[in-house]
């Protein structure tokens, strides 16, 4: 319904596009971005009790971990 209401198609080719996907992908890019958010800012952020459950949504890229 997000999708039909901002224009784009629900689905494409790594499979459907859900809220769920959405919220993961912004937690990742506020992860790897210039200037990151921690895992403790993130968790905040986005509401969880659990730091288990933000480590699940923010994933870090392979450009993040080179730079490590």
């Known amino acids: 319904m997000l999708c039909r209401k ?3 198609p629900d689905a494409h080719v790594r499979g459907n596009i ?3 996907r959405a919220r993961s992908t912004i937690a990742s890019q506020l992860y790897n971005a210039k200037e990151p958010m921690t895992l403790f800012e993130l968790q905040a952020w986005l509401g969880h009790r659990s730091p288990q459950s933000t480590q699940y949504y923010a994933k ?3 450009n993040t ?3 490590a």
Request: charge should be positive; hydrophobic fraction near 35%.
């Open 18 to 20: 859900t809220s769920h």
């Open 6 to 8: 901002a224009g784009v």
């Open 65 to 67: 971990l080179s730079k």
């Open 60 to 62: 870090i890229t392979p």
